[in-house]
């Protein structure tokens, strides 16, 4: 089962690759000469990556770019592109309409310092300032382009996946309204 999954996922990423000229950016020089960071690099990249900073997931996928390089290239790619492989991948999953495709993620950001906020405060070496992070995970809705919920949560107690839930739990989808094929 894990093979066809992987061999029909392949394929959808092969059909996104003859479709460039429509996901990516229109600029003379987007994806068109060979180079280490080719689409097909990219989008495999990308839907690889987990968790980690970006210097760890471009170790973990053996690519000696730079961060800039890389998030440039990837500034080159439509979101379209991500949208388009999913409905192609999930193309034979009979879907209700009815219900949105979400999309989860969470993010650091950081906000003004204030030291004394053990919740917040993040402190990297003895001898350097610290800094104030909060995690935000954000439900966004593939199809309308909305975000739908957002759940703010202290760095030192984020929990993507409890976030998740709770935001599930306070959208106006019910069970009832899921397909149960």
Known sequence: MIKQIKAHL??????????????VKQDEQAFTRKRRLSLETMIRTILGMGGKSLSKELL???LTVSNSAFVQRRYQIKSEAFYTLFKEFTAPIP?????????ADGSDTCIPRTPMDTETSIQTQTDVKSYNLIHINALYDLKTGVYRDVSIQDKHRQHECLALIQMMEASP???????HG
């Open 10 to 23: 392949n394929k959808s990423i092969q059909s996104i690759l003859s479709q460039k000229v429509e996901l």
């Open 60 to 62: 973990d996928a053996r």
């Open 95 to 103: 879907l209700n309409t009815n219900l949105p495709i979400l999309a």
């Open 173 to 179: 989808f019910r069970e009832s309204s899921c397909y």
